[in-house]
């Protein structure tokens, strides 16, 4: 975080997110077991192996792009780059990444392969709970820009979202 206070030239909002020890106990213990998997499955040429490969690249790509998009906002709410494609670009690099380690571990066995889609579905599970916790912050900090900007742009990629969800977060006083 202090990297991106540095090139943005501004400090990270919501630092919250980051010092909520249920969110941090959670997915730390979850990405720790994800780690120690990844580490002992045997690199297994195939396929799956490269579809993961290409998934992972991908992520890099998205991330990058996020980085740069954050960068050039330099304050306020980021909106531009692929910041218009979706709100949410660096959790999708991320969704990518636990996909693409999936999929190189069904190509070792498909035991490890379950118990990674397990994993990763957990990790998945926790990252929107992140996120809507950041909507909610970011719903009261920016109002009416920040509503605007849900109607127009969403969360993920292409998945629509319904006028009751942007409603939910405009009367949502105390909800995380």
């Known amino acids: ?3 991106a206070d540095k090139l943005r030239g501004a400090r990270i909002e919501n630092k919250e997110d980051h010092r909520n020890v249920k ?3 959670v997915s730390g213990l979850s990405l720790l077991v994800f780690l120690i998997v990844t ?3 045997p690199i297994v040429i195939g ?3 490269w579809i993961g490969c ?3 690249i991908l992520a890099g790509i998205i991330y ?5 998009a954050f960068i050039k906002a330099k304050k306020g709410l980021t909106i531009v780059g692929i910041y ?3 709100r949410n670009p660096m959790y999708i690099a ?3 990444i636990f996909t693409g380690f999936v999929l190189m571990t069904w190509q070792f066995s498909l035991a490890r392969g379950i118990l990674m889609t397990i994993i990763t579905t957990f990790n998945i599970i926790v990252l929107h709970w992140m996120v809507l916790g950041e909507e909610h912050f970011l719903s009261k900090k920016y109002r009416k820009t920040y509503n605007e900007y849900m109607n127009r742009t969403p969360r993920y990629i292409g998945i629509p979202k319904s006028k009751k969800e942007v409603i939910k977060y405009e009367s949502c006083n105390n909800c995380f």
Not at 64 to 68: A, D, E, G, P, Q
């Open 64 to 68: 990058v792009l996020s980085i740069m």
């Open 1 to 3: 975080m202090e990297i």
């Open 39 to 41: 580490v002992y499955t």
């Open 47 to 49: 396929t799956l192996f």
């Open 84 to 86: 218009k494609v979706s």
């Open 94 to 96: 991320m969704f990518l």
């Open 23 to 25: 969110i941090s106990v």
């Open 54 to 56: 290409f998934l992972i």
